[in-house]
């Protein structure tokens, strides 16, 4: 029986310097270098131009893109690295287009001139060809650090959708859960030991937790004990969804606090944090860096809530809208910031109330 | 003989030219929204896209007309963000939609703007033209208010402002108050009465026929039985969130000679058959025995900007088509 531990020791690095292992990563979205989105613009003819430009240009592109950036991520000393994303769109458009069932009809308002390819569900939703599996590859082959795959969750991905069919959202939200569980078994055959379901519709609605729940079930059956499976919640109210969470058959929840200041660190410290917390430490909304010193006092709210052998350290959110030097500049401290609380850790310099509170139950 | 009016409850999409021509003329950001004080630049695309649309729903064939309130980044909250003695906050929630819109503060008197009516006059002449506002109580709601002190005067102080601003409408066929918030947000026992002359008050200032519309489901009880008092003369049912709770309400506390009937999805894709619009309209007045409806206006229950272009213009067309109304049974009427 594998322990929380062993899946999360597989992503120490061998030349770690602290005996603590506070694991760095990021959610996933990263902004995309000017030429990326122009370069898809002319692919999808949005910008005339007479230069030839066909698929293979487009794809060579890309895995520019996500070779640059795999490698940024890498350079800023992530444990944990993702691409950025530099393939994707938005987050729910982009599985849109690869699930039978689908369809898109244009952009729709999300707030004042913020739009997105919000889908329509018309039809039975089918599994047709793998979506994420080419980009993992590529990823994985250019990586020197593990890979962490984000999808997209089924209630997302139904709740960010209409819903044209005769099914309720419910049940179609299981039914994209079945869809997203053969896509793990598929990155999992090819390699990915880390899997991240993305629910930021979770928390928003009243009882949405028990939808995700089931959903979750249907995900992670069958999925090796050894592979890592996070959850990434942002900006909703936790109160609604904690602690019946933990039932979830997850490892880790990745959740933003950074950007509400942490005001609703009490909910988690309320009752006991039974799995991995992976903690927002820098707001993917404010577009300056924290300081090292700010990020270390960030990671030390996360101690109340879990020892440190159950802290993942990552932003709130996908750092796609930050400037790209900033959203850098964000990696960077926080790596920074994690490996001197460890040796503060290792030396014994640190408090750990989380653990205080584990030894008093 | 019902008199069946096809109607919208105004907030469409920009067309999609229009989005990406504002999204570059005045950017993504928070600061980049509509205060009041746009370009000529802006102005023209919003003029050229308001045409637009009065164009399309002529086409579609609809009685009444609205100018689309395209202007309206914060939705309903827009009145109230444009003008001079309130502050913009940050961006929240938009009800239980994944939309958000700023935080209007109200830090001094809400005097007369005229920013609805200076949309409504660059309409030009529009035979069924409808106007369409926020109602008080959703202005109170999505509000904070920092220069009234209380609940009662800050709703009064709404009611007035709205009264003023439609004031300076030019002539109106009717006039459409969008009131989401007394479903999503009720009012509580001691605010419903102030509320409903806060309604009066808006009502009161124009001799335009007034639909108070509320929406996102149906009306608490009594919130309904308070509406009913009110000076309107229409309240709006959205059938299609809840047409068992909007018709208890019309069987158990009546409602006005005409109302407006939500019975197209104003947040689904799915266009509705005119067939099954016009069964929605026999369904209710076959299960509304006691009530004798002089005038329905088939509507969208919310709305129309959560929609794409392509599925908005669909639904103009079913509505327009849905006045085409047969009488197939013998009703009380």
Known sequence: MLTMTDVREQFRPEDHPHDHFLLTTVVGSYPKPKWTDRVRDIHDGEIDCDASFDEDHWQEAADDAARLITQEHERSGLDVIVDGEMRRTEMVEYFAHRIDGYELNGPVKVWGHNYFDKPSITDTVEYDEPWLVDEFEFTDAVADRPVKVPITGPYTLTNWAFNETDRTDEALATDVAALVNEEIEQLVSAGARYIQIDEPALATTPNDHTIVGECLEVIADGIPADVRLGLHVCYGDYSRIYPEILEYPVHEYDLELANGDYEQLSVFTEHEFTKDLALGVVDAHTASVEPVSQIKANIEKGLEVVPPERLTISPDCGLKLLPRDVAYGKMENMVKAAREVEAELDAGTIDVPARAMQADD | ?333
């Open chain 2, 1 to 333: 003989m019902v008199n069946v009016v096809a109607s919208t409850p105004g907030l469409f999409p920009l067309p999609d030219w229009a989005k990406s021509e504002l999204a570059d003329l005045k950017g993504h950001q928070k600061s980049d929204l509509i205060d009041g004080s746009e370009s000529e630049d802006v102005t023209a695309v919003y003029d050229r896209a308001r045409s637009a649309v009065i164009e399309r729903q002529k086409e579609a064939g609809l009685d009444r007309i609205v100018e689309g309130q395209l202007r309206w980044d914060d939705m309903l909250a827009h009145p109230l963000c444009v003008h001079d003695n309130v502050e913009t906050r940050g961006i929240i929630r938009y009800y239980d939609n994944n939309n958000f819109y700023r935080e209007p503060v109200v830090t001094g008197p809400l005097t007369q703007s005229g920013d609805m009516a200076r949309d409504l006059n660059r309409v030009g002449g529009v035979s069924g033209l409808q106007a369409v506002i926020p109602g008080p109580y959703s202005l109170f709601d999505l509000a904070t208010d920092e220069q009234y002190g209380d609940e009662s005067a800050f709703i009064a102080a709404i009611g007035e402002f709205l009264a003023g601003e439609i004031s300076e409408f030019p002539s109106v066929e009717t006039i459409v108050m969008l009131e989401p918030s007394l479903v999503e947000a009720p009012p509580d026992d001691s605010l419903a009465p102030r509320v409903s002359e806060a309604i009066d008050t808006v009502a009161s200032a124009t001799d335009a026929s007034v639909i108070c519309q509320p929406y996102f489901g149906a009306l608490d009880e009594k919130v309904h039985a308070h509406l009913l008092d009110a000076d309107i003369d229409a309240v709006g049912y959205d059938f299609i969130t809840d047409h068992e709770q909007s018709l208890y309400n019309i069987n158990e506390y009546g409602t006005k000679s005409e109302i407006a009937a939500g019975v197209v999805d104003g947040q689904n894709t799915r266009v509705e058959e005119v067939s099954t619009i016009h069964e929605r309209i026999d369904w209710v007045r076959e299960n509304t025995p006691a009530a004798s409806f002089e005038t329905i206006y088939v509507t969208a229950n919310t709305g129309l900007f959560y929609l794409p272009e392509s599925r908005f213009e669909a639904k103009l067309d079913v509505l327009a088509a849905a006045s085409e109304y047969e009488e197939v049974h013998a009703y009380n009427d």
